[in-house]
C-alpha cells in the first residue's frame, strides 16, 4: 500500500546528510523548492544537482520571467537566482556535463554557465515540427544529449542526437507513459542507463514513474522507481529529473522535482530525493531462460509438426521478447538492392471489363487477391494467380453501396474498408464473416498486424489509426506522408515494421515512394525507395503489401500502382525487393511472435515445421531477443531431416491385429498432409472416406478387399481450405468416424 509521506519533516541534518536504514526506491529526505524562492514560483519545471548545488528552472508565472534558481545541498536556502529571459514557452528539463548546465528550450538546448547563471549563447537547434522539447539527458561517454519532445496524439520518441543535433537514434517511449524529464545513469550495474520520468496513464491508477531503460539493447529494462505522493488523494506530477551521487558518496541517488494541486496541498513544487543505488543489491530486471536450446527432427516427406518453445522469466521485471528465423544457408542465392524489381503484370490484361478500377491487394494461400469495381455499380473481389492469371472473381459484400477502397489479410479471411467500416470476408467459404466500425477515420489504406491482431488503417492526410478487432481505439499515429497504401512486415531483421506507400509529387518518375516505418511510433526508419512507372502514363501508388516469395527466395513489397492520364486509368501490380532473405519455407513461428512474461512465468512460441523435400538435411536459426541485459539474444539452432516417404498404403506382414481398428490421424492438425493408420482383422471390403464438414464427400482414400494387417495411408489436402475434416472407415460390420483439422 503506497506510504502518504509528511514532506515538512525533512530527514537530514544541516550540511551533512546521512542517508541510512533505506531500500531501493524510497524517499530520503525532501524540501519545498518553490516556498524558497523570492515570488513562491508556482511554475517550476527542471531540476540538475551540479556544483554541490540544486538548480531548477522557473517560469515565474504571471510574468513569464523565466529563472534559473542555485539551492543549497540541504535545500534550506536560495543561495542566487538569475533571469534567464522571456516567452511563452519554458526552460524545462535539464543536464550538466561537467562544466556546463544545458535546458531545453523550445526547439533548442540552451548552455548556461554555472559561475553567471547565464545563457552562453550556444545552442543546439534540433526540430520536432510542431511539437516542443520536453526532456533532456547527457551521456558523457559518448557527449551525446539524449532528448523526448512533447506527445500531441502519438507516442513519444525517445532521441539520441550529437553536439549538431542530428538524431542518431530513436527509440519509442512506453505507450502508457506522458515523459516530461529525463536523467542519465552511469553508476547502476550493467549500465549505463537512460531514466525517463513519467505520469503513467492507468484508468483510475495512474502515477507517477521512473523507468530506466537501456541503450544497450533498446529497450526498458522493468527496474522502476515508484513516486511518492504528498497526498493520499491527488497524484503529484513529475516535473524534473536528476541522478546523482554526490548528494552521499555511499548512495546513488534519483533526484526528482513534482508539482502538487492547490487546495489539496500548498500547490507549491518539491525536491524529492529517492535511494536509486543498486550496487551490491540482488540484480532486478529480467532474466531470460529458453527450453528447448536447440531442435533437431526427422519428418518423414509431407508430414508436419509443431514443436513449442518455451520462454520463461527468472528475473524480477517483465522480460519483453520478440522472435525472428535466419536463413543460414544463403550463399547460392542471386543477392539484389533494396527496390529492385522483380516483377509487374498489367491488371488490364485480366479477362474483365476496361473499365475495372482495381483499389486494394493483398496475398493469401499463394494468389493475390484485389479489390475491384466495374462503373457503375458492380464490386468484386479477383483472385489472380502468380503469373497473373484470373482465377475467380466473387460479389464484394457492401454496406453502403462503395467498393472495397483497401484490404489486408491474415491468411483466412480478407478485410476490406468501406467508408467507416472493415468488413471480413471468408476465403474459405467465400461470404461475409462480419464487420468492424473503424469510428472517425475513413481508411484509404489497411494492414493487419497478426501478432497483437490490430488494423492499421490511414488516409492521404497522414493519420494512422490503430484499432483492435472489436473497433476500440488503440493509438494515433501522425505522419506527415500522403499515404495510399499500407504493408505489414514481420520478417524484416529487427521488425515487425510497417511499411508506407505513398504520394510523393516531388519524383520525376512514378510518383510512387515506399517508406519503412516504426509501427509504434510512425517514426520514418530511414528506409525506403522509389517506385518504377510502368506503363505509358505517370504512375501514382494505390496500395501495398509484404510477402515472401519462396519461388524467388526474397521478401518481395508489392505496389499496385495507377497508370494515371485521363481518360485512362490503367492498374499495375508491381513487385519490389526488399532485399531480406525470407525464412526457409519448412519453417514457420506461428503467432504470436513476441510477448511480454511476469517474473517467475512463461510464454509458449510455437515452430512449425513441415517436410517439403525428399532425403534432405536442413538447417535455420530462431533468434529470440529479449530486454535481458546479459542475454538480449539467444540463438535456437534448427536441423530438420526430411525423409523418403516409405510409409504410404503399406501392409505390416506377419503381425494379424486382433480387431479393427482407426487411429488419430497425425499431425493433427496438419498442413497439407497428414497419415491415417488403420488395422483389419479379417479380409474385408475396406472404405475410407473424407467428408466437409456439411457432409459432403470431398475424396475416396480406399475402396478395396484388403487382408488382415495394420496399414497406413497418405491424405493430401493441397487442394483444400483451411478447416474441420471427418474421415470414415468402414470394414465388414466395423464403421468408425474420427475428426481432423487442416490448418493453413
Known sequence: MRKSILFSALVFTLNTISFTQTEFGDTLFSFNAGLLTPTQDYTLSGIEFADDHFWVTGLNAPYYNHRLYKISADGTTLVSYTSLGSGYHGFFDMAYDGEFLYVVDRDSIVQIDLNTGLPTGERIYISFDYLLLQGLAYDPVTDHFWVIPQRNGQLQIICEIDRSGNILNSYPNRNSDYTVALAWDTLSPGGPFLWTFSSE????????????????????????????????????????????????????????????????????????????????????????????SSIQIQLPFGDSL???????????????????????????????????????????????????RFSGVAYAQNHFWFSASIFPDQKFIVKVDKDGNLVATYPQPSFFGDRWSAIATDGN????????????????????????????????????DPNRKYYYVSNSIGGIKVIDRNGDDVAFLTTPYEIEGLAWDN??????????????????????????????????TGVSFEGENIGSFVNSPEAAMVYP???????????????????????????????????????????????IVEPQSEDTLVVRFHAMMEDTTAEAVIKIFSNDLNQPVVEIPITIEMLENIVTNKEENGFTPQDFALEQNYPNPFNPSTSINYSIKERSLVS?????????????LVNEIKPPGVYTIRFNASLLTSGVYFYKLSAGNFNQTKKMILLR
Request: hydrophobic share 40%; proline share 6%.
Open 201 to 292: 496513464a492507468n484508468g483510475y491508477n495512474s502515477r507517477g514513474i521512473m523507468r530506466q531503460f537501456s541503450s544497450a539493447i533498446g529497450a526498458f529494462t522493468g527496474v522502476e522507481i515508484e513516486m511518492k505522493n504528498r497526498s493520499e488523494f491527488v497524484q503529484d506530477y513529475p516535473l524534473g529529473m536528476a541522478f546523482t551521487p554526490e548528494l552521499d558518496s555511499n548512495v546513488v541517488t534519483a533526484i526528482t522535482l513534482q508539482g502538487g494541486a492547490i487546495g489539496v496541498t500548498d500547490g507549491l513544487d518539491w525536491v524529492v530525493v529517492y535511494n536509486a543505488d543498486l550496487t551490491g543489491q540482488p540484480v532486478l530486471g529480467p532474466e531470460i531462460t529458453v527450453e528447448p
Open 306 to 356: 509443431e514443436v513449442p518453445i518455451f520462454i520463461g522469466n527468472e528475473g524480477t521485471t517483465n522480460l519483453e521478447w520478440s522472435s525472428y528465423i535466419e536463413n543460414p544457408d544463403t550463399s547460392n542465392l542471386v543477392l539484389g538492392e533494396l527496390g529492385d524489381t522483380l516483377y509487374s503484370f498489367n491488371l488490364f490484361n485480366l479477362p474483365l471489363s476496361d473499365t475495372a
Open 413 to 448: 479471411y480478407l478485410y476490406g474498408t468501406e467508408r467507416y467500416n472493415i468488413t471480413i470476408w471468408s476465403i474459405e467459404s467465400t461470404s461475409l464473416a462480419g464487420v468492424i466500425n473503424t469510428g472517425s477515420i475513413n481508411a484509404d489504406a489497411l494492414t493487419y
Open 491 to 524: 520478417l524484416s531483421p529487427g521488425g515487425p515494421f510497417l511499411w508506407a506507400w505513398v504520394r510523393d509529387d516531388s519524383l520525376s518518375g512514378a510518383k510512387c515512394k515506399a517508406l519503412r516505418l516504426d509501427p509504434e511510433t510512425g517514426i520514418f
Open 549 to 595: 516469395d519462396y519461388e524467388l527466395n526474397k521478401l518481395v513489397f508489392a505496389g499496385l500502382q495507377r497508370d494515371d492520364e485521363f481518360p485512362s486509368q490503367g492498374s499495375v501490380l508491381v513487385g519490389y525487393d526488399l532485399d531480406v532473405v525470407p525464412p526457409p519455407a519448412w519453417i514457420h513461428l506461428q503467432h504470436p511472435t513476441l510477448g
Open 688 to 700: 475410407l472416406k473424407i467428408y466437409d464438414v456439411l457432409g459432403n464427400e470431398v475424396t475416396t
